[in-house]
């Protein structure tokens, strides 16, 4: 009932800036926090920047990674700048406290996360 859907990743050199852009759709009534985070092979999952009432940054992308949401669009961004071979990784969208309606018009509140399939960011000369 609730599809989350990331782009914007590629490949770009160090140095270089990306924006990933993460929308959700359906009936959504209210989403309390939208996230991205970043895995790479063999490592956990990993949080990079929340938004809810305020904004979180993992230590590692203070001051280089920049998160904001549209509530109108339903759409949280994640702005990278001076990406480095580091940050290589398949970025996460995820959804925490979603409520949205059904099909027959039925409220339903999902703690979540609700996530999206991914997005390869590649950082590399």
């Known amino acids: 009932q609730v599809q989350v859907v990331e782009s914007g990743g590629g490949l770009v050199q160090p140095g270089g800036s990306l924006r990933l852009s993460c929308a959700a759709s359906g009936r959504i009534l209210r989403i309390d926090a939208m996230e991205w985070y970043r895995q790479v092979p063999g490592k956990e999952r990993e949080l990079v920047a929340r938004?809810?009432?305020?904004?979180d940054y993992a230590d590692a992308v203070k001051g280089r990674f920049t998160i904001s949401r549209d509530n109108a669009k339903k759409t949280v961004y994640l702005q990278m700048n001076s990406l480095r071979p580091e940050d290589t990784a398949v970025y996460y969208c995820?959804?925490?406290?979603?409520?949205?309606?059904?099909?027959?018009?039925?409220?339903?509140?999902?703690?979540?996360?609700?996530w999206g399939r991914g997005t390869q960011v590649t950082v590399s000369s």
């Open positions: 995820a959804l925490e406290s979603v409520v949205y309606y059904t099909d027959h018009d039925v409220p339903v509140a999902v703690k979540g996360p609700i």
């Open positions: 938004i809810g009432d305020r904004s």
